[in-house]
């Protein structure tokens, strides 16, 4: 049975700041919802204010939504905390006994949420999609051991998407090779 939520029945909103600056592998996320290292110098950059990320926690960046046509937004999985621009919003799921992390993601993979979330972001001045607005996104969401399937098919095809790229770059002939071989 399918049950209806909203974003801010499934999470809670962190701000861990970097107060003691001992952070300082300064990331951001992309249109592609991956975290990457910031490109800006950060020489003089105080990492104090930074917000802290750490595994299984969301940042959210609705400014630009509009201009980009997609919600930035990232799961980070990564072992070591990072951290982001106070700009960006971080959550954790809070009801995890209705939402898998993954799962709530994965969500947020599919193209007709951001097609939503460009229509929501209409209604702001700058073209952003503002935390209330987020807040209110809807959707139903089946039970825990569906959604389990669902990340582990995920999560399968993600692993098989790096191994290739891994082989790719180890091993570019060989690669090409069996290409031509297949008749690709």
């Given at each position: 049975m399918l049950i209806k939520y909203r974003v801010d029945q499934l999470i809670e909103y962190v701000d861990e700041r970097n107060s003691d600056g001992r952070i300082t592998d300064f990331y951001g996320i992309n249109i592609n919802k991956?975290?990457?290292?910031?490109?800006?110098n950060v020489d003089s950059v105080d990492p104090h204010k930074y917000k802290v990320v750490r595994t299984n926690r969301f940042v959210f960046s609705g400014m630009q939504t509009g201009r980009d046509e997609c919600i930035r937004i990232g799961l980070y999985m990564g072992r070591n905390p990072i951290i982001i621009s106070p700009a960006y919003s971080t959550f954790e799921i809070k009801a995890t006994d209705n939402v898998i992390p993954t799962y709530f993601f994965m969500l947020f993979l599919r193209g007709e949420m951001d097609r939503?979330?460009?229509?929501?972001?209409?209604?702001?001045v700058r073209a952003n999609l503002d935390?209330?607005?987020?807040?209110?996104?809807?959707?139903?969401?089946?039970?825990?051991?569906?959604?389990?399937?669902?990340?582990?098919l995920y999560s399968a095809i993600?692993?098989?998407?790096?191994?290739?790229?891994?082989i790719k770059?180890?091993?570019?002939?060989?690669?090409?090779?069996?290409?031509?071989?297949?008749?690709a």
């Open positions: 991956e975290f990457m290292p910031t490109v800006a939503y979330g460009w229509f929501l972001s209409d209604s702001s935390a209330d607005r987020f807040d209110e996104i809807g959707f139903y969401l089946p039970p825990l051991p569906i959604q389990q399937k669902y990340v582990d993600i692993r098989v998407e790096r191994l290739k790229k891994q770059d180890i091993c570019p002939i060989l690669i090409k090779g069996s290409l031509e071989e297949a008749g």
